[in-house]
Each structure stands twice: as structure tokens, then as C-alpha cells.
């Protein structure tokens, strides 16, 4: 299949020099994570069909895989869609009904027909395109691809964390191993995703205590952040904070457009218990 090309899958190639080569046992400590949970607690769909969009290592495809659903790992990278074959090998001979497919393509032009995919979501990824006309070209993509009342979920990384000036000063690694970045904040993030038409959303900040312990001083400062997340556990912080110092901040939006047809035509009928059980935690305005 003929791949589109792409600036900015160009950039993360000339970066991205070798296959990652993510473990089996790495998925599964990662299933562990908040990244993880966020993304499947959240859509709470028994079996979903789903497509990373831009899946570096795979780890999230090959968990979802683990979990029991069907995922489509896509990356623009041959390198990195190499390494995630590897994966495939191990992740096939675990899966419990699960399926886990690499895929070489582009963000910007994704290789399904409308409406393929009950959840379609990157970490990682739509921040790299520094022009809003195309990251909302690739969103655009991402929603078209999903069916009606699917999700979508973004992760970026916190471009408003108030440390940010400080990691870019000390050189921290995670700033500089990427090709540049748009700076994104819970809210722009989450008007961008409306401006694609998607009008209901989650949003969530990830990891604020770790975002306080990185590089340099990682060990000493892990050491209290673990303390004071005893004491006072991040998912119990108010939601502003958690926006505020959180690592990646996460927006997940359903189709609201195909909520309303619902409701008009099924009364009492409710996207929130097939969707997510959860209610929204936020509407960014
Ligand atoms: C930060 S990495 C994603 C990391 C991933 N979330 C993980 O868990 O390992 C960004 C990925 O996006 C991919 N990418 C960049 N441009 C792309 C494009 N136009 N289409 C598809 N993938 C692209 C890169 O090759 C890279 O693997």
C-alpha cells in the first residue's frame, strides 16, 4: 500500500533510528499505568475495534490487545512498524480473543473507509504538527474513521505545566528527543477537538506528582512524591490542579451529533452506560 507522505513522520524517522523493541512484560506493567486505564476505562466498550494512530512503541495497541480487543497499531515509520512486528509474535500467542495488527500509513490520510473504528486514539502525536489547519486535518481524519457515538481519545503532553521553562533549560531529555511541538493546554486542546465536531469531552491530566520529580533530581524527589501520594493520592486532587501539573493531559470525546439522533428517537436512551459509565469530569469551554 502507497504511503503518504509526510513532514512530520519524515521528522520523527530521522529520530526514531532503531525499532523500539517493547516487552511483553513492559505491556503488561504499562496496563498498569494511568495512561492505560484512562484509555479503557473510559470507553468501557466490551470488545472494541481500535486504531492508534502513530503507535511508536505499541505498548497501548498490545495492551488493548491483551485485553481482549481488536487493535490496529499504525505508525508512518517502517522502523518503528518493524519493531512493533516483533511484538505481534509474543502478543498473538497471549491474546484471549484479542487481535493486534502493525501497520505502516499516514496520520494524514488513513487507510479506512468512514466510521471503521469504535475507538481510534495517539499519545504522543497530533502536538508535532505546529500548523492548527493540519493538526485539525488529522483530527478530522481520526473522527472520520470512527463509527458514530466511537471515541476518541488524544493524549499530548502538558505544553502549560509551569516547569516547562525549567525542562527546557536543564536540557531534559523527553523536550529535546522529538521533533518541535505545539504547546498545548487542557482547554486548547479540547477547543480544537470541538472545532472537528465533536462536542462532549473528558478532560484529564495525567501523573501530577510525577510531573514534579523529573530530571535532574528524579530519585530524591520520587522518593517524596511517592510519600505524598499516600497521603493525599493524585486522583483525589481537583481536577484544575490535576490539569494543571499533570504530564500528558488526555481529552476524550463521543460523537454527540449521533447522542442527540438517540435521545430523539429512543427515549431515556443513554450513550453514557453503552460508552463510558463515567461522567464527564469536565466541559472545557
Ligand atoms: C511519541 S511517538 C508515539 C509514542 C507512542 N504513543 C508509544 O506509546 O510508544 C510518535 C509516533 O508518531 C509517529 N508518526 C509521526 N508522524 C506520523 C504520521 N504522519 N502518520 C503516522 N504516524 C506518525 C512516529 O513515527 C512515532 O512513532
Known sequence: METTTSEVGRAWENILAEPSGVTLQEVRGFMETPFFRFLVESTNMARMRCLEVGCGGGKFSAGLALAGHEAVALDYSETVITGVRGLREDTSLHCQGGSFLPLRGAAERLPFPDATFDLVFNEGVVEHWLRQKERLEILREMVRVTRPSGAVVVMVPNGKHPLCWFWHLTRYPGHLQAPPMHHYSARSLAREMREVGLEIQECEGLQPLMSLCQWPRYDRMKRLADRVGRIWPEDRW????????????????VNIAIFQLDVRHTVGASWRHEARPRSPRVVAG
Open 238 to 253: 481537583p481536577l484544575g490542579l490535576r490539569l494543571l501539573l499533570g504530564v500528558h493531559l488526555v481529552v476524550l470525546q
